[in-house]
């Protein structure tokens, strides 16, 4: 097995026991490369130097591993604007395990919007940090969501009442009280 054969798999590896939330086999597959890593002898070594990679064992040098790993740290760390760079820019095959992850780092942000963003905010901003392709889909997945939109005229809601949708539904922010 080639080495980039090798990284692209364990890649994936890693980013579907994110989709299943296997927190345990991740540590284990993490921790077992790493001693594996560690077992070898100066002889077994390739080309490449662990001076050229500091400390960082080889099997965490390949560029899918590398992504699989920051993608791993984004949603651990609910940042979904870093998750969403890396979903743009997934490497071989990995926006197709990505893909399992989308919906819940989509609600993840989307509360996490609502909760800090005061009064209103466009639906055209939503659309970009929640990465939808137009503006019709954001509407729908905000208004399955209870967003509260403010309606101008005979257009479709541009906007949407951020503190109103916030106080309507306290318990899906986390919040256990809720003080106007």
């Avoid at 064992?57 to 740290?73: D, I, M, Q």
Wanted: proline share 4%.
């Amino acid at each position: 097995q080639s080495e980039d054969a090798a990284d692209e798999f364990y890649a994936y590896g890693l980013l579907y026991n994110l989709v299943q939330s296997s927190w345990g086999e991740m540590t284990r597959l993490l921790s077992t490369n790493q001693r594996k890593e560690s077992d070898r002898t100066p002889s077994d070594a390739s080309s490449v130097t662990s001076s050229d990679y500091g400390d960082i064992p080889a099997c965490f040098r390949g560029t899918s591993v590398r992504h699989a790993l920051k993608v791993v740290k984004a949603v651990m760390h609910e940042d979904y604007q870093a998750f969403f760079r890396l979903y743009e820019s997934a490497p071989h095959l990995s926006a197709y395990l990505m893909d399992f992850l989308v919906r819940r780092v989509r609600k993840n942000a989307y509360q996490r919007i609502i909760a800090a963003y005061r009064p209103t905010l466009s639906v055209e901003h939503f659309r970009a940090a929640l990465a939808f392709q137009d503006l019709e889909e954001t509407r729908r997945f905000l208004k399955e969501h209870g967003a509260i939109f403010i309606h101008e005229l005979g257009a479709p809601p541009f906007w949407v009442d951020c503190k109103a949708t916030f106080l309507a539904t306290p318990q899906s922010f986390g919040a256990a009280e809720v003080s106007t």
